[in-house]
């Protein structure tokens, strides 16, 4: 295991690099003991990676592809950074343009109303908030979603259920393993378009 937390067929892998096997996932950034311990296997085809892409969108761009669950930074009209995702289910997807308008590190969550009315036995007891932290399902960072200045309510975020990577599975977030999505957080400033296919 290298200092990212995930390890690839035994070999460690640093986030840039592609590889086979399994990727065992740790809960990043300080999470508490009993979470680090953690290990859930990951198709290592949603390893962070350089990829041939071609575009015509603006660098430094990031794409959702859905259908694919894949999230592309675009670093040139050839290439992008690929990330998996996990995508919001059939009835609940969102697709759009949107830019990021906030980024939150270990960030508070609140379902939405929509989500209360519809599972308010799931999510009712969280109608005041949850604070931020490794338990929380929003994970290490979030990116905030905004159309013209207003709020989607959709979010590209980490997660506190990593085996859900590549699948529909969210309320219409985007969400990501916790080391992935501190690694994007780090690379796209405010302002970053991004385009949900």
């Not at 290439?79 to 919001?88: L, Q, T």
Request: net charge positive; hydrophobic share 40%; charged share 20%.
């Amino acid at each position: 295991m290298n200092r990212r937390g995930f390890v690839l067929g035994g070999v460690a892998a640093g986030l840039g690099g592609a590889a086979t096997g399994i990727l065992s996932v740790a809960f990043p950034d300080g999470a508490a003991a009993a979470q680090s311990k953690k290990r859930v296997k990951v198709d290592p085809k949603y390893a962070p990676q350089i990829v041939a892409y071609p575009n015509r969108h603006k660098r430094g761009t990031i794409v959702i592809d859905t259908r694919k669950r894949f999230l592309y930074l675009v670093l040139s009209p050839v290439a992008a950074r690929r990330y998996g995702v996990g995508v919001g289910r059939d009835a609940l997807a969102w697709s759009g343009t949107a830019t990021i308008d906030a980024k939150k590190e270990w960030p508070s969550w609140r379902p939405t109303d929509e989500m209360i009315a519809r599972e308010p036995g799931k999510y009712a007891k969280y109608r005041n908030g949850m604070p931020g932290g490794p338990n929380n399902p929003l994970g290490a960072r979030a990116l905030y979603l905004f159309d013209n200045g207003y709020d989607t309510f959709y979010r590209i975020h980490g997660t506190t259920a990593p085996h859900t990577i590549g699948r529909a599975v969210s309320n219409g977030c985007i969400r990501m393993i916790n080391d992935h999505v501190i690694d994007l957080y780090k690379r796209v400033p405010l302002g970053t378009k991004v385009v949900v296919l």
